[in-house]
């Protein structure tokens, strides 16, 4: 079975790639649809490309907007640790750069994390929030361990194989057949940029086991959103791993559900 084009998914809608400055930052920036914000955070050592097969079905009722965080994708990489505090910063000062206040934020792995973390330290931010698999939440020792290893191997021994092995261990067995060569060498064109290996290590300072982080529970997120915003809705998908979620259409559709106050069946109706 091959897999569809990267872009496929964006062909029924109008979109904007471009990039933006963001704190000095340049941040490459895809953004479709219109209505309240609705902002994609990717995971560790992804790009917006995560989300490319959810964007048009969302921009229907949102002004989508998918982001390469800082020190990932084609945005800037400044050297410095990225830590949950800069990823925050930098998100604020996008979201300044794109005139809003406040907006949804739906992350995956490390860009539920950094979601969680705004959250619960800036809600002012903060509309509705949709997390899955938020790193700091969910991951165990072991699994952080395993996306430092793949992913500091993919970029130190940047090969189509290790690009590869890094992308498959996101996706079910059963799903696998969706690693495209387009997406390998997208993220190998990523994983070759000059000073990656540098730009990775500052990446992975937050899958570091001696670096001390700040932990939020889920619980901790739901009551800090709700004392600043009463009418607030938290979904957290803590079973799903993280591209095989937001790979596809059910993805699009629950995010949808849990942002408009709807069930799933609601939306697709």
């Not at 969910?138 to 699994?143: G, V």
């Not at 696998?176 to 290996?197: C, F, K, Q």
């Not at 995010?255 to 799933?264: E, I, N």
């Amino acid at each position: 079975m091959s897999a569809p084009a990267i872009w496929t998914g964006l062909m029924e809608e109008p979109f904007d790639l471009r990039f933006v400055d963001a704190g000095g930052i340049s941040t490459r920036v895809l953004e479709a649809g219109a209505g309240p914000p609705l902002i994609l955070l990717h995971g560790t050592g992804g790009h917006l490309e995560a989300y490319a097969r959810n964007v048009a079905r969302l921009a229907r009722s949102f002004r989508v907007i998918a982001y390469d965080m800082v020190g990932h994708g084609f945005s800037d990489c400044p050297d410095a640790p990225y830590t949950l505090d800069v990823h925050a910063d930098h998100l604020r000062d996008l979201m300044a750069a794109l005139g809003i206040e406040r907006a949804h934020l739906s992350g995956e792995s490390l860009g539920g994390w950094v979601a969680a973390w705004v959250a619960a330290h800036r809600p002012e931010l903060v509309e509705r929030l949709v997390l899955t698999t938020p790193g700091n939440v969910t991951a165990k020792p072991e699994t952080m361990a395993t996306i430092r290893e793949s992913t500091l191997r993919a970029v130190v021994e940047a090969s189509p194989e290790t690009v590869r092995a890094r992308l498959e261990w996101l996706f079910a067995p059963a799903n696998r057949h969706l690693v495209s060569d387009e997406l390998v060498a997208v993220r190998l064109a990523i994983y070759t940029r000059p000073g990656a290996e540098r730009t990775v290590r500052n990446v992975l300072v937050l899958q570091d086991p001696t670096t001390a982080v700040d932990s939020v529970t889920e619980q901790t997120i739901a009551d800090r959103v709700a004392a600043h915003r009463p009418d607030a809705i938290t979904l957290v998908f803590s079973e799903a791993p993280s591209w095989r979620s937001v790979a596809s259409s059910h993805f699009s559709v629950t995010t949808l559900a849990a942002l408009v106050g709807a069930t799933s069946e609601d939306v697709t109706r």
